[in-house]
T-cell receptor
Framework: NAGVTQTPKFQVLKTGQSMTLQCAQD?????MYWYRQDPGMGLRLIYY???????DKGEVPNGYNVSRLNKREFSLRLESAAPSQTSVYFC??????????????FGSGTRLTVV | DAKTTQPTSMDCAEGRAANLPCNHS???????VYWYRQIHSQGPQYIIH???NNETNEMASLIITEDRKSSTLILPHATLRDTAVYYC??????????????FGKGTKLSVIP
């Protein structure tokens, strides 16, 4: 089982460029999340999607947009990348209702550098 | 969501039990306690969660005090592969079909040979 798959694994962008980070899960989970993690810090929630067709802002949404394309896929878009968005981005999914026995399942991350 | 307090770092001898404490004195009645860990720069891994009863699974045990203001994660026989940052999180179901986890800085556990 693949779990949560993130692409790409690494990316270097120039300031002002745009890109979309892709995330897909194969566990039939209802909820999906995007986090960022800066060096030496915990994870901060950017956006989440409680269920297909809904999205909501998290703690640090500025500079990002998301799309819940279908139940499996949840993408994160940087419209005009800034150096402050240099970070490791993690996608996660969960059953949502009743929490699920296994909590969140995280992907392996996308390491993004904006120069 | 309630805030948690964890020690910045801890050491544990290989083969011994690792006991990781967490304070969550402002936890409310409907908030669960979750534990995750992050090995090196990988994605966080779910360990265990509970509401008020002690819980055990194949990875660890979770002991929650009767007043629910603190908890302890126990790794019964720590190995070198358990070296990681451990996050204690409290969160409530949002009612919108989801719940959000807020990660602090966690406890850096080093298992010593």
């Amino acid at each position: 089982n693949a779990g949560v798959t993130q692409t790409p694994k690494f990316q270097v962008l120039k300031t002002g460029q745009s890109m979309t980070l892709q995330c897909a899960q194969d566990m039939n989970h209802n909820s999906m999340y995007w986090y960022r993690q800066d060096p030496g810090m915990g994870l901060r929630l950017i956006y989440y999607s409680a269920s297909e067709g809904t999205t909501d802002k998290g703690e640090v949404p500025n500079g990002y947009n998301v799309s819940r394309l279908n139940k499996r896929e949840f993408s994160l878009r940087l419209e005009s990348a800034a150096p402050s968005q240099t970070s490791v981005y993690f996608c996660a999914s969960s059953e949502g209702k009743n929490r699920g026995r296994y909590g969140y399942t995280f992907g392996s991350g996308t390491r993004l550098t904006v120069v | 969501d309630a805030k948690t307090t964890q020690p910045t770092s801890m050491d544990c001898a290989e083969g011994r039990a690792a006991n990781l404490p967490c304070n969550h004195s402002t936890i409310s009645g409907n908030e669960y306690v979750y534990w995750y860990r992050q090995i090196h720069s990988q994605g966080p891994q779910y360990i265990i969660h509970g509401l008020k009863n002690n819980e055990t699974n194949e990875m660890a045990s979770l002991i929650i005090t009767e007043d629910r203001k603190s908890s302890t994660l126990i790794l019964p026989h720590a190995t070198l592969r358990d070296t990681a940052v451990y996050y204690c999180i409290v969160s409530a179901y949002s009612g919108a079909g989801s719940y959000q986890l807020t990660f602090g800085k966690g406890t850096k556990l080093s298992v010593i040979p």
